[in-house]
T-cell receptor
Framework: DTAVSQTPKYLVTQMGNDKSIKCEQNLGHDTMYWYKQDSKKFLKIMFSYNNKELIINETVPNRFSPKSPDKAHLNLHINSLELGDSAVYFC?????????????FGSGTQLSVL | AQSVTQLGSHVSVSEGALVLLRCNYSSSVPPYLFWYVQYPNQGLQLLLKYTTGATLVKGINGFEAEFKKSETSFHLTKPSAHMSDAAEYFCAVSATGSSNTGKLIFGQGTTLQVKP
């Protein structure tokens, strides 16, 4: 059983489209995250939710909207996709953000905007 | 503000040689420090972490790292490299105390190449 699973693995789309990436964790964790990895492999946090509540919202364009229907799921919706959105997006989870336990990462979604 | 600097974006060693990946951090509060590894087309996996206590931390796959507060460093080492160690390695710092939000600040990553 995959601990943190995200779909799709690859996403190729045209500029201006709207797309979603889904993430699910079966670890019973309270906290989930979205990280973006650019072409130089630099990783930066975008959002974090704890028990469905937003706790981290970095400087991210408001075209990006996370949604957490329950604490096992954190989806990422992106409106009006731009070329610069091309990157690998990683979902992650941890037991609870306050305890600094390790993060468990999904295998990533490679988004290519043409 | 916290930051992480990994010296050397690319390190190449021979199989059986010592691996040394350098990481320096900046933090105004006591940090928690992590090393993660990323194999091709996979997510990151935790190698080891330092929270409090013993400054020499042992992790998986024979890796270890030493927290040196005076040098603000957390270098990763392995006595003998294996071909399977070839991957991308990331050092990260997390805030503690009241500023803790669980956010990890990552370094730029170091690609480890292992030559036969």
């Amino acid at each position: 059983d995959t601990a943190v699973s995200q779909t799709p693995k690859y996403l190729v789309t045209q500029m201006g489209n709207d797309k979603s990436i889904k993430c699910e964790q079966n670890l019973g964790h309270d906290t989930m995250y979205w990280y973006k990895q650019d072409s130089k492999k630099f990783l930066k946090i975008m959002f974090s939710y704890n028990n469905k509540e937003l706790i981290i919202n970095e400087t991210v364009p408001n075209r990006f909207s996370p949604k957490s229907p329950d604490k096992a799921h954190l989806n990422l919706h992106i409106n009006s996709l731009e070329l610069g959105d091309s990157a690998v997006y990683f979902c992650a989870s941890s037991q609870n953000f306050a305890t600094n336990e390790k993060l468990f990462f999904g295998s990533g979604t490679q988004l290519s905007v043409l | 503000a916290q930051s992480v600097t990994q010296l050397g974006s690319h390190v190449s060693v021979s199989e059986g040689a010592l691996v040394l990946l350098r990481c320096n951090y900046s933090s105004s509060v006591p940090p928690y420090l992590f090393w993660y590894v990323q194999y091709p087309n996979q997510g990151l996996q935790l190698l080891l972490k330092y929270t409090t206590g013993a400054t020499l931390v042992k992790g998986i796959n024979g890796f270890e790292a030493e927290f040196k507060k005076s040098e603000t460093s957390f270098h990763l080492t392995k006595p003998s490299a294996h071909m399977s160690d070839a991957a991308e390695y990331f050092c990260a710092v997390s805030a503690t105390g009241s500023s803790n939000t669980g956010k990890l600040i990552f370094g730029q990553g170091t690609t480890l190449q292992v030559k036969p």
